[in-house]
């Protein structure tokens, strides 16, 4: 990954639609070809309405040949479009689906306070961001293809019947692209200035719905909500920027292209008057010439004006390119945690222990060493200490989530490493001091699809009157924090689920922390009926309830 921080924005995003590459540039040629159609039903309209205003002096062609061929190219015509279009759209989403696809597997497998990126940034990336790419293919290439190909052919066509006709489009048809290199560059930096903005706004507004409580104890909603005013009147200037150059280039560039039509209109309508004897190599202009080329003149510049329509396409997918490229880089220059976050076999029980752990639990903080422990199966342990003393760092290091930068870690005559981890994961259940819900069911969130007595699950954990309250029982879907729940009855549930999973060994990091005594009670007491069913239990707590409920503690000194 590290060589692609020395790619341009333009590399980048070849590499990114390399797989998609002979399909995007399928769909380029069908547009070439169905574009290409028009001279021959420009020809025959010239033929037809050419013999009607001058008979005899061009080739008779009767109007229901005409109209026939005419119609049935025509025909022709959308169906080779539709088949680029949709070429083109099939290899954009999968451009999409395959980018996005890399960058989670890769954010996911970051290590706990290791992540390059914060969510609302990977979110908005993946989401608003890369959508970017998306006109980018459908648009900009096959456009792009079509606008090497197609002025030139014409050139050709049209040198054919008129050299002065072809010199005209030789003069005004390089006007547009040259205008577009000048445009792209400014139309690129606001861009990138656009995507920040996007990238900030999404990331303070996160932030602040899930603080939004907070907010309302503290009485800050007002400097709240001006703070997302300041951003929101930022992005809209930074995208009002954008469309400012991109209205306002293409209304030169229609300007240029009006101006070549023009041109042609006005040497063909003398040429046809007697005005002018020159350009048509030594022979008097026809009407049937003349309307052929008065049909080709718009033609010849309309994939100029659609390549300058999708510059800002264009544009765009180059800013999101680069972050793309920083965001991959940067993710693959984090630490990741042990394995590949897949399902594994669970291990064998046996005593938990670990030694010379040495560990950072974020990017950037100290290193914590850790005080050597063992714990024998079915025990039950608390890990006690002040806050910032490792309890939670230490947790989510036995679980694999943390990479130590010293020691090791064995589960019997396991040790966990890279390729054990998964395994390692398929024995140990969790309940994190902040529960969050997938995007399921209550009873698909407690079994995990797995056939199971559910309620006795819940009752072992006393959550059963949680569910009975809830709407839609068991079928109903919570939200990512919780919503519709209190912070000790979403404990409770995943207690459920922990009792239903049954695994030898669970890890639970501070369960009764800001639970009234009621609440916490019935959490102490769903987490000791684990412990007297054999499940290994590791409790990182400073509640003397939970601590005393259990076997014994290890505490842990805070870093000097």
Known sequence: ????????????????????????????????????????????????????????????????????????????????????????ADAAEAILTEARKRLIEHAVRQATGAAALSPSQTASLMAEKLAALGPWATRYQPTFIRARIVPLAFILIVMTQSWAAAVIFLLAGPLIPLFMALVGMAAQDASERQMVEIGALNKLLIDRIAAITDLRLL?????????????????????????????????????FA??????????????????????????????????????????FF????????AWHDRAAALAVAGELDTAETEIAKASKMLGQGGAGQ????????????QIRPAKGAASIPMPDGAIEPGEAVAITGASGAGKTTLLTTLAGLIVPEAGEITLGEARLDDASADDWRAALGWIP???????????????????????????????????????????????????????GEARRLLIARAHFAHRPLLLADEPTADLDPDTATKVIAGLVGLRAQGVTLIVASH??????????????????
């Open 433 to 487: 001091q902040t529960p969050r819900f997938a995007d399921m069911t209550l009873r698909q969130l407690i079994t995990l699809g797995q056939e199971g007595d559910i309620d006795a699950a819940l009752d072992a954990a006393a959550a059963g009157e949680i569910v009975a309250s809830l709407p839609e029982g068991l079928e109903t879907r919570l939200g990512d924090m919780g919503g519709g729940v209190s912070g």
């Open 302 to 309: 309309q994939p100029l004006r659609d390549l300058a329509a």
């Open 258 to 299: 009006a101006i070549g039509v023009a041109m042609v209109a006005v040497y063909v309508g003398f040429s046809l008057i007697g005005w002018m004897h020159f350009g048509t190599w030594g022979i008097q202009m026809t009407p049937a010439t003349g309307i052929f080329l008065l049909m080709i003149a718009p033609e």
């Open 219 to 255: 009485g800050a909603e007002a400097r709240s909500r001006a703070d997302l005013e300041v951003k929101t009147e930022d992005l809209r200037s930074r995208t009002m920027a954008v469309l400012r150059v991109a209205f306002l280039s293409s209304t030169v560039l229609e300007l």
């Open 1 to 88: 990954m590290t060589e692609t921080t020395l790619q341009t924005p333009k590399q980048i995003l070849s590499r990114v639609a390399a797989p998609q590459a002979r399909r995007l540039k399928a769909a380029g040629w069908l547009s070439v070809f169905a574009a290409l159609i028009w001279p021959v039903q420009a020809a025959l309209v010239g033929l037809v309405l050419g013999d009607l205003v001058s008979p005899g002096v061009s080739p008779p062609l009767s109007p229901l040949m005409g109209a026939t061929g005419f119609i049935a190219l025509a025909l022709v015509r959308i169906v080779l479009d539709w088949m680029a279009l949709k070429l083109s």
């Open 543 to 560: 509640d003397p309830a939970m601590v005393s409920a259990l076997d014994r503690a290890i505490a842990l000194e805070a870093a000097s």
């Open 346 to 357: 669970p291990l064998a029980s046996g005593t938990l222990r670990w030694s010379g752990l």
